[in-house]
């Protein structure tokens, strides 16, 4: 068997030895038969940005062999409210490269994500995963290349305070135990999360700590790999799961939440991408960014005002995106920049040899850094749906391709400085804004909605049903009316404290 895969985390892969891509159903019953697997779950998102689960016995062979080859029915107006109640069945069909063992299941079960199908036996055209497939497969064949992602999935865990070795706070990024406290927490999420098959690349402390009414309240963040988009999305969807199970199991809270209260730090959700062709990242050109990123850049620059209908879905979200705080507000892009909306991260492009400088018995490494070069658009936050999240960057990135002044409009949105500085307001001054609300973010996404629609890739009923969700906040005016009613906010934050 091959070492690397005997290795793998994901138990499945290691038993099977074959990567989960080459999974079938014959490998999915022999390794059930095998292992005393007793139950199996089915798993899929829904409109509200959750994961659901459908749960079976495995009463005998024959019948496992039919759920996994004809999935269920499903009730599809309970999932997704776009869906009527006189034609709402659905089928779920197993997608069996991403089985893996459920980490909390008393009984032995193992879980696999799902696809929807109408009643016609096709995918579902509004449904989440296809969605996003119908988004790379267009920006493959527009672009002939191939569209990868991943997310940084910050998070804040609630616990009781024990008052021993206090954080510092708003000073916890990257900080170590004792003064960390939920770091253990965090590495088990991670190793849980890898089991699932996760491409986990690490995990830290961030910047948020706080205690409120005798609770303390710490900021954790865990990194992704770039992968194929859709595996990204199915990756943070399980992650997200995992954490919060993981939680309860120990008694602690866990919130998502854009943002808990004024003044500290609100949690996002950064996406990461990079562009491949051939297996080699196209992000970088003679070690500076490509024309190829920079028109990626320029389409996210286009639709980025809409892109918060997907990736900051309820009012809580525009607390966090407000002027001179970390968090974006204008549509900007420039290189390690935080105050800009997407970042060129630090891409490994200095010639020298840091491991050998560093290490110096080591001899030169020649190692290809130019897969590492990612750009990183940082307004969403854990509010998004996930899948229409990164579906929507890929419509984006395409589109980007597809203007003619792309490399005009990348030039123009650059910035080399910090904008929230007072000596650079000039410049800010020629910045678009992001949207301030659900209510101003659903008209953007009406104003754009023809780029989203074209190839087929969200259907319209898909992008009816997020317009009129986020109308009905009703928040036009809500960030400007509350201001400085400090419980106001409160009261609202914990109506969505829960979200996504």
């Given at each position: ?99 893996f063992l459920d980490p909390f299941a008393e009984i ?91 491409q986990i690349k690490y995990g830290h402390s961030e ?7 005798g609770m303390i309240y710490e900021q954790n963040e ?279």
């Open positions: 068997m091959d070492k690397e895969l005997a290795l793998n985390p994901n138990k499945v892969v290691a038993y099977l030895g074959k990567p989960a891509k080459e999974f079938t159903k014959a490998d999915i019953i022999r390794f059930i038969s095998e292992n005393e697997i007793r139950m199996v779950n089915f798993m899929y998102p829904a409109g509200d940005g959750r994961l659901k689960t459908l749960n079976f016995v495995i009463n005998n062979l024959a019948y496992l062999d039919a759920i996994l080859t004809c999935g269920e029915r499903v009730d599809g107006s309970s999932l997704f409210p776009f869906i009527e109640a006189g034609s709402s069945d659905l089928y779920v069909l197993p997608r069996f490269s991403t089985a032995p079960t193992l879980s696999m994500l799902c696809s929807y199908f109408n009643k016609d036996g096709e995918p579902l055209e509004s449904s989440p995963e296809n969605t996003l497939h119908k988004a790379c497969k267009a920006f493959n064949e527009v672009t002939g290349m191939e569209f990868q992602a991943m997310g940084e999935l910050e998070y804040y865990v609630i616990a009781p305070d024990d008052e021993m070795f206090p954080a510092t706070d708003q000073k916890g990024y990257h900080e170590s135990a004792p003064y960390a406290k939920f770091n253990e927490f965090r590495t088990q999420c991670m190793a849980y999360i890898a089991q699932a098959g996760g910047v948020g700590n706080f205690t409120i009414d865990i990194e992704f790999l770039p992968v194929n988009a859709k595996d990204a999305a199915d990756q943070l969807m399980v992650a997200k799961w995992i954490i919060r199970n993981l939680a309860y199991q120990l008694g602690y809270d866990i919130t998502f939440a854009p943002k808990i209260t004024v003044g500290k730090a609100g949690s996002g959700l950064h996406v990461h991408m990079r562009i491949v062709k051939d297996g080699q990242n196209q992000m970088l050109d003679g070690g500076v960014l490509s024309a190829t990123a920079r028109k990626a850049i320029a389409g996210m620059m286009e639709l980025a005002p809409s892109i918060t209908a997907f990736g900051n879905t309820n009012p809580t979200s525009y607390f966090r995106l407000v002027p001179h705080q970390e968090a974006p507000t204008n549509v900007c892009w420039g290189d390690r920049n935080r105050s800009v909306l997407v970042r060129v991260p630090l891409g490994w492009a200095a010639k020298s040899d840091m491991c050998q400088l560093a290490n110096p018995l080591e001899a030169p490494s020649n190692y290809d850094t130019t897969q590492k070069q990612t750009v990183e658009m940082r307004s969403p936050d854990g509010s998004a749906d996930i899948y229409q999240l990164i579906a929507g960057l890929a419509v984006a990135c395409r589109h980007g391709f597809e203007l003619e002044n792309a490399l005009e409009i990348a030039e123009k949105t650059y910035v080399n400085v910090n904008i929230h500085k007072e000596e650079n307001a000039d410049k800010l001054s020629t910045l678009d804004q992001l949207p301030d609300s659900c209510a101003a973010s659903a008209d953007c996404l009406e104003r754009q909605r023809e780029v989203f629609e074209k190839y087929n890739v969200f259907s319209p009923a898909m992008i009816n049903g997020i317009i009129n969700k986020l109308r009905s906040y009703n928040d036009l005016t809500l960030r400007k009316d509350i201001e400085g009613n400090n419980e106001e906010m409160l009261n609202i934050v914990k109506r969505y404290f829960h979200c996504g």
